[in-house]
């Protein structure tokens, strides 16, 4: 029998899908944590240079978002003897592993080649990077159909992507230097670190390939046609409301993607980022593993509003307290990983419950281009988060080698801070209007 198509029980299915995030959410996190460091630090961009940046990632990102409904709409359609979504993760993952490689070995050319360079590789690793995410998504709702064990697995998946996104935010740094031979970091050792990192991740991600099946479901010798693909999903309220108080809340992902270049500013140094990041890390995860038992007391609806405005008000208590005393802003920092946490679990289960919703409605189950839109408002959140922190980057005039003001210090931490305290209210709105047919 093929030993990719054999049957494997539930309990390798569930570790083989949270190691295989573990790998892919380890690549991930790298690449947008440390890119604009490295680009700045190691790549020697301008400020000019930095705006083009800003608006390469943007326009790459937003490009992605709009491509993943696409690329769920191509796996819909997709019959093979393995499934529709597992051979996607099978091809993905060695071009997402080089590509993610070539982000990070920029060659030493004139600054219009290096930002040449980088928005091809860019554009072409977000491409990558959607083939393999949103096939993974959808298998996770198709290989566990029931909602309890789903949500485990969800939870832990979110947990173990903190704990990845915790070493690789932690160890990346010091890998590199490790890799420049022992001094400090420099590009070759970042390109090193970073080509090891994403070969392992990538190779660790193909386990949701080999040791998972989708669940079977009867063949009724029709096939899913765009049309009833883009109708059925429209008809889905509840998941479109998920998708726009995700977007309003793109606030939260704003210390991931600037947090490596807001230390620099506000510290001196890009490893007091190691504290920052452990700490919303550590918040993160303890708050994924946890989330499942909040959800026995309360509704997915009431735990993602209410861990919301929490997170509104501690954005808020962190910017009006500053950033002079760290000891502070690492509490702060952590209180607000544990509502990311929240928000990661909660999120990806109503999306979840709402397949199973429109499914029971219309007949018709849409996995892949309804779990494109987790990936298509992740990639949509963290695009805005880097266009308003490159913004304010652009704005205070920051670039490698210049006099750092206190001035500078506080429109930084104006994006740090105060742009996610706004965002998380506003976000709670579309979040109110979320229902099910069957369930609040």
């Given at each position: 029998m093929?030993?990719v198509?054999a049957?494997v029980?539930?309990?390798?299915?569930?570790?083989?899908?949270?190691?295989?995030?573990?790998?892919?959410?380890?690549?991930?996190?790298t690449v947008?944590?440390f890119?604009l460091?490295?680009?700045?630090?190691y790549?020697?961009?301008t400020?000019?240079?930095?705006?083009?940046v800003?608006?390469?990632?943007t326009?790459t990102k937003i490009?992605?978002?709009?491509?993943d409904?696409?690329?769920?709409?191509v796996?819909?359609?997709t019959r093979t003897?393995w499934g529709?979504m597992?051979?996607?993760?099978?091809?993905s993952?060695?071009p997402?592993a080089?590509?993610t490689?070539?982000?990070?070995?920029?060659?030493d050319?004139?600054e219009?080649?290096?930002?040449t360079?980088f928005?091809?590789?860019?554009?072409?690793?977000?491409?990558?990077?959607?083939?393999?995410?949103?096939?993974?998504?959808?298998?996770?709702?198709?290989?566990f159909?029931d909602?309890?064990e789903?949500?485990?697995?969800?939870?832990?998946?979110?947990?173990y992507?903190?704990?990845?996104l915790g070493i690789?935010t932690l160890?990346?740094?010091w890998l590199a230097?490790?890799?420049?031979g022992?001094?400090d970091?420099?590009?070759?050792?970042?390109?090193?670190?970073?080509?090891?990192?994403?070969?392992?991740?990538m190779?660790?991600y193909l386990?949701?390939?080999?040791?998972t099946?989708?669940?079977?479901?009867?063949?009724?010798?029709?096939r899913l046609?765009l049309?009833?693909?883009?109708?059925?999903?429209g008809?889905?309220t509840?998941?479109?409301?998920?998708l726009l108080?995700?977007?309003?809340g793109?606030?939260?992902?704003?210390?991931?993607?600037?947090?490596?270049?807001?230390?620099i500013?506000?510290?001196?140094?890009?490893?007091?980022?190691t504290?920052?990041?452990a700490?919303v890390?550590?918040?993160?995860?303890?708050?994924s593993?946890?989330?499942?038992?909040?959800m026995?007391?309360?509704?997915?609806?009431?735990?993602?509003?209410?861990?919301?405005?929490?997170?509104?008000?501690?954005?808020?208590g962190?910017?009006?307290a500053?950033?002079?005393?760290?000891?502070?802003?690492?509490?702060?920092?952590?209180?607000t990983?544990?509502t990311l946490g929240?928000?990661?679990v909660?999120?990806t289960?109503?999306?979840?419950?709402?397949v199973?919703?429109?499914?029971?409605?219309?007949g018709?189950?849409n996995?892949g281009?309804?779990f494109s839109t987790l990936?298509?408002v992740?990639?949509?959140?963290n695009a805005?988060?880097v266009?308003?922190?490159g913004s304010?980057?652009?704005?205070?005039?920051y670039?490698?080698?210049?006099?750092?003001?206190?001035t500078m210090?506080?429109?930084v931490w104006a994006?740090?801070?105060l742009v996610?305290?706004?965002?998380?209210?506003?976000?709670?709105?579309?979040?109110a209007?979320?229902?099910?047919?069957?369930t609040?």
């Amino acid at each position: 029998m093929d030993l990719v198509s054999a049957p494997v029980s539930a309990r390798k299915q569930h570790v083989s899908v949270v190691v295989a995030g573990f790998g892919q959410n380890f690549i991930l996190t790298t690449v947008t944590t440390f890119i604009l460091v490295y680009l700045l630090q190691y790549a020697h961009i301008t400020v000019a240079g930095m705006a083009v940046v800003t608006g390469i990632l943007t326009a790459t990102k937003i490009f992605d978002a709009v491509s993943d409904p696409i690329m769920g709409s191509v796996i819909d359609k997709t019959r093979t003897r393995w499934g529709k979504m597992r051979p996607f993760i099978l091809f993905s993952a060695f071009p997402v592993a080089l590509l993610t490689t070539l982000l990070f070995a920029v060659p030493d050319l004139p600054e219009a080649g290096k930002l040449t360079f980088f928005g091809v590789v860019f554009f072409l690793w977000g491409i990558s990077y959607t083939a393999c995410d949103v096939p993974y998504w959808g298998l996770i709702g198709s290989a566990f159909p029931d909602t309890t064990e789903r949500t485990g697995v969800i939870s832990q998946v979110r947990a173990y992507g903190g704990i990845s996104l915790g070493i690789a935010t932690l160890g990346m740094p010091w890998l590199a230097k490790l890799m420049s031979g022992g001094g400090d970091a420099t590009a070759t050792g970042w390109s090193l670190a970073v080509g090891i990192s994403a070969f392992v991740g990538m190779t660790l991600y193909l386990l949701a390939f080999v040791n998972t099946r989708e669940k079977a479901r009867p063949d009724t010798g029709e096939r899913l046609t765009l049309r009833v693909l883009f109708t059925t999903l429209g008809k889905n309220t509840p998941l479109l409301l998920v998708l726009l108080g995700s977007v309003l809340g793109f606030g939260r992902y704003l210390v991931q993607a600037g947090g490596a270049v807001f230390v620099i500013i506000a510290y001196g140094s890009e490893t007091t980022f190691t504290f920052v990041g452990a700490a919303v890390i550590l918040g993160l995860v303890l708050a994924s593993f946890g989330t499942p038992l909040l959800m026995k007391r309360l509704s997915s609806k009431r735990l993602m509003i209410s861990s919301t405005l929490v997170a509104s008000l501690l954005y808020l208590g962190m910017y009006l307290a500053g950033f002079a005393n760290l000891v502070a802003v690492l509490v702060f920092i952590f209180l607000t990983g544990l509502t990311l946490g929240i928000f990661g679990v909660v999120q990806t289960t109503m999306i979840a419950d709402a397949v199973d919703d429109v499914e029971r409605r219309t007949g018709v189950r849409n996995d892949g281009i309804s779990f494109s839109t987790l990936t298509f408002v992740s990639k949509i959140m963290n695009a805005l988060a880097v266009l308003v922190f490159g913004s304010f980057v652009v704005l205070a005039r920051y670039q490698d080698g210049v006099v750092i003001t206190h001035t500078m210090q506080q429109v930084v931490w104006a994006g740090i801070a105060l742009v996610p305290a706004v965002s998380c209210l506003v976000s709670v709105i579309p979040f109110a209007f979320y229902r099910l047919s069957r369930t609040d």
